[in-house]
């Protein structure tokens, strides 16, 4: 049973056709917010929308490629028009590439820039100014544990996480005067369908089965498992409410004490 903190409230969730987003959708749903759901994948997004209005709540799909700047604006006036506000933002589309050093193309970097960092900031720029009119919201970026460790054969990914932290601060020294709050949510190893494509990629690499692999993951956590999905969104869910007033520019490991700092 969860609370209803999000009565009257807009929440909009990028990348919520699956994953983290997804979680987060339905999690700002069971607590009565209306959603505007997010996504390049139109089937995913479709079926979030539906799981949504089964919740309860007042939901509506959107199909936007985040780090499309015009794609950003329109969906964003969209949602302005039909509810008048934006609340909260979850900002949680991004990618996952890997390759060694020497073998990450341009290209590849571009792209994995383009969606997890650039579509970040569009999507924190289009919201900003009617925070600041409201005089109140929140914005929760994904970021990434990654975002402040690194692996090997993970430079564009690790750098697009760590570029998020540095946005969000940024951002929430923008939106403190007007009473709005930025922060950045850093999650382990999540039970997602990026995750267990990963884990089939480079388990392979390593002689391991998906399966395999994600285990082994999850020995190198203290609490040795995995995140599951809704534990990130209850942590967005709290950033989000109004016991939350009074942090921003925080970047908020889930990650099962992976990284203590």
């Known amino acids: 049973m969860h609370f209803q903190r999000f009565i009257d409230k807009v929440a909009v969730v990028t990348g919520a056709g699956s994953g983290i987003g997804r979680a987060c959708a ?3 749903a069971q607590e009565g917010a209306r959603v505007a759901c997010l996504d390049v994948n139109d089937a995913g997004n479709e079926a979030v929308v539906e799981s949504c209005r089964d919740l309860g709540a007042e939901a509506m799909a959107w199909h936007c ?11 964003f006036e969209e949602i302005l028009a039909r509810w008048g506000r934006v609340d ?17 193309s341009l290209a590849q970097w571009r792209r994995l820039i ?17 925070m600041m ?13 990654a975002g402040k460790t690194s692996f090997p054969a993970s430079a564009e990914y690790s750098a697009s996480k760590s570029g998020v932290i540095g946005l969000t601060r940024s951002v929430a020294m923008d939106l403190a005067p007007y009473g709005a709050t930025a922060n950045a949510i850093c999650p382990g190893n999540t039970l997602t369908e990026m995750v267990r494509r990963v884990a089939g990629i480079v388990g392979a690499k390593e002689g391991l089965t998906a399966e395999q692999w994600l285990e082994k993951r999850a020995q190198d956590c203290p609490m ?15 950033l989000a409410s109004e016991d939350a007033r ?9 990650d099962g004490g992976m990284v203590m700092c």
């Open 65 to 75: 490629d985040v780090s499309n700047e015009a794609e950003v604006t329109r969906v």
């Open 133 to 145: 009119a409201q005089r109140s919201g929140s914005i929760i970026n994904i970021s990434s544990m």
């Open 246 to 254: 009074y942090i921003t520019g925080q970047a908020i490991e889930v």
């Open 224 to 238: 040795k498992r995995l995140a599951e999905p809704w534990e990130i969104a209850g942590v967005a869910a709290f």
């Open 114 to 130: 383009d969606i997890n960092l650039t579509g970040v900031f569009l999507c924190n720029r289009a919201v900003a100014p009617t």
């Open 88 to 104: 909260i933002l979850v900002a949680a589309a991004g990618i996952y590439t890997g390759s060694p050093l020497p073998e990450v």
């Open 26 to 28: 339905e999690r700002f």
